[in-house]
């Protein structure tokens, strides 16, 4: 297994998040990181390495090009307008709702923020870009290691990526790790490819860039969008658009769900996966699902990951694995590791 680490995430170190009406600490955190590479260094399942650099293009064939022009100098911008602003995070304030004009990129900053964002929990430091860039080339070298006859591959980043768009940011998240390895995938020959969406909150970003294709399949287990994040998608009636009709299954569960409700989906999912006959497979990995994670509501315990590997081996099929949420810090490291370890035992 090749694990492509992020030597950049450590520039993404956000203050605050806006929770409930309040500035609170950022649950996405680089210690998020630090703790898998700590649990690697104890149980190495993998080859470490560094990812090879990606391409203006590359990005483009997954996000607007007007989008990443805003990623890529939101910070300036952002100083710009005053440079006391230096010592502040990003956050945007207003947002084009229904009935809105979107096709128009607004002069103002604060304005243009709100145009590519749907949430005000996902601080911008002056390190963002460089960050979600450098974790952006992380799952494309994962995904041609993969191509390259590895069995199984990880881009082992922060900030996760699967609630980003293809024009907007939102749920920590600001260049689609997963949809990135995915298109890197076709790119390169395979066919047809399924994103297997394991994370506590549905992959929002991943359904939106492939709704209307037949050649990737979206499959997503997740809190159930009438009472989790990110509310707006993920209910199971959405089964894709146009051409990719029939090529995306949301299994929304519960808030409380039990593991071994968990893993009953989690048949379902695969099932799902294989009835599809795709060539590669991407694993959005949240483990958020932890039983102790501070924003999430399922109870998965660190065991369970080890099982949730396996299972995922038994699918058979080349894999390269995201790495998205999980808040429970002292625990990411542990129960990232058991899924990859259950992976490696159970895999051809």
Excluded: K
Excluded at 51 to 65: I, K, T
Excluded at 281 to 294: K, S
């Amino acid at each position: 297994m090749r694990i492509v680490h992020n030597p950049e995430h450590h520039r993404h170190d956000a203050r605050h998040e806006m929770f409930r009406g309040r500035l609170v600490p950022c649950h996405e955190t680089p210690d998020r990181l630090a703790f898998v590479l700590e649990a690697l260094r104890q149980r190495p399942v993998g080859l470490l390495c560094l990812p090879d650099p990606v391409s203006d293009a590359v990005l483009a064939a997954v996000h607007s090009p007007r989008y990443l022009d805003f990623l890529a100098g939101a910070w300036d911008a952002w100083v710009a307008l005053d440079p006391a602003n230096a010592a502040l995070d990003i956050l945007p304030s207003v947002w084009p709702v229904r009935g809105f004009r979107h096709d128009v990129v607004p002069g103002n900053f604060a304005a243009q923020l709100g145009l590519y964002s749907f949430d005000a929990g996902s601080p911008m430091v002056a390190g963002t870009w460089s960050a979600a860039r450098a974790g952006a080339a992380c799952a494309v070298t994962a995904a041609r290691a993969v191509l390259a006859g590895e069995r199984s591959a990880v881009a082992l980043t922060r900030p996760p990526g699967h609630h980003a768009g293809p024009d907007f940011f939102g749920g920590y998240c600001f260049l689609n790790n997963a949809a990135l390895a995915a298109q890197a995938l076709r790119d390169g020959g395979a066919a047809r490819v399924a994103v297997l969406d394991v994370d506590y909150h549905h992959g929002n970003g991943t359904q939106t860039i492939f709704d209307a294709r037949d050649d990737v399949l979206t499959v997503s287990l997740h809190g159930d969008p009438m009472t989790e994040y990110p509310f707006f998608l993920g209910h199971a009636d959405e089964t894709g658009q146009g051409a990719g009709l029939g090529f995306n299954l949301n299994l929304p569960l519960p808030r409380g769900t039990s593991a071994e409700t968990w893993f009953d989906t989690l048949d379902q999912a695969a099932q799902g996966v294989a009835r599809f006959r795709p060539e590669a497979l991407v694993v959005a990995l949240g483990v958020d699902t932890f039983e102790g994670d501070p924003i999430s509501g399922f109870h998965l315990r660190s065991a369970d990951y080890l099982r949730l590997g396996e299972r995922l081996a038994r699918l058979g099929l080349p894999t390269v694995f995201t790495m998205e949420g999980g808040y429970a810090v002292a625990e990411v490291g542990t129960n990232v590791v058991n899924v990859l370890q259950g992976y490696m035992e159970r895999a051809p």
